[in-house]
T-cell receptor, first 116, second 114 residues
Framework: GAVVSQHPSRVICKSGTSVKIECRSLDFQATTMFWYRQFPKQSLMLMAT?????????EQGVEKDKFLINHASLTLSTLTVTSAHPEDSSFYIC????????????FGPGTRLTVL | AQSVTQLGSHVSVSEGALVLLRCNYS??????LFWYVQYPNQGLQLLLK??????LVKGINGFEAEFKKSETSFHLTKPSAHMSDAAEYFC????????????FGTGTRLTIIP
């Protein structure tokens, strides 16, 4: 099956620093990946759609300069939280669209970000 | 715009009892509907999907769901709950072929009572 990995699984950082989260499709190529954030006991909220070789499309209310997305290859998308603040603490989940699987999205295991 | 509503943020059932998790959708076009399961501190795993074929959809781990257009519902059921079914369940809708964005419901936490 289609497998998506995320790294790191957990990160703690100081306020004002930047954090990079990687999302990889391990056994398929993904021209499109998605980034979600999930607050405790809440649902997933789509932040942005990442397209290989082009700029990401951000959802309304998501600051593109704060959440930098790079999709440099067909198997890797990165999300960088710049100048992180405590309110950015959340669970970040990526998914990758598998065209070989009827355009289903396969989800990574998530990254728990804690900003002190 | 499409949306989903999950009735009941928490559901508790006894081991061996029927599991019923409710999901109602709103969509201006025939939707694709999904159920995902999330275990603590993990990503989402697809349980089953409806993509305009058979209205009764069977998924993994003994779960199934029935698409009822007249009721705009896509409830998830399992005849006999197992302890390992304890998790968070999310219903999601997509506009259909060619539109990729998923809209998730608020989730239902399923607790299994021994």
């Amino acid at each position: 099956g289609a497998v998506v990995s995320q790294h790191p699984s957990r990160v703690i950082c100081k306020s004002g620093t930047s954090v990079k989260i990687e999302c990889r499709s391990l056994d398929f190529q993904a021209t499109t990946m998605f980034w979600y954030r999930q607050f405790p006991k809440q649902s997933l909220m789509l932040m942005a759609t990442s397209n290989e070789g082009s700029k990401a499309t951000y959802e309304q209310g998501v600051e593109k300069d704060k959440f930098l997305i790079n999709h440099a290859s067909l198997t890797l998308s990165t999300l960088t939280v710049t100048s992180a603040h405590p309110e950015d603490s959340s669970f970040y989940i990526c998914s990758a669209r598998a065209s070989s699987e009827g355009d289903l999205q396969f989800f990574g295991p998530g990254t728990r970000l804690t900003v002190l | 715009a499409q949306s989903v509503t999950q009735l009941g943020s928490h559901v508790s059932v006894s081991e061996g009892a029927l599991v019923l998790l409710r999901c109602n959708y709103s969509s201006s076009v025939p939707p694709y509907l999904f159920w995902y399961v999330q275990y603590p501190n993990q990503g989402l795993q697809l349980l089953l999907k409806y993509t305009s074929a058979a209205t009764l959809v069977k998924g993994i781990n003994g779960f199934e769901a029935e698409f009822k257009k007249s009721e705009t519902s896509f409830h998830l059921t399992k005849p006999s709950a197992h302890m390992s079914d304890a998790a968070e369940y999310f219903c999601a809708v997509r506009r259909g072929f060619g539109n990729e964005k998923l809209t998730f419901g608020t989730g239902t936490r399923l607790t299994i009572i021994p």
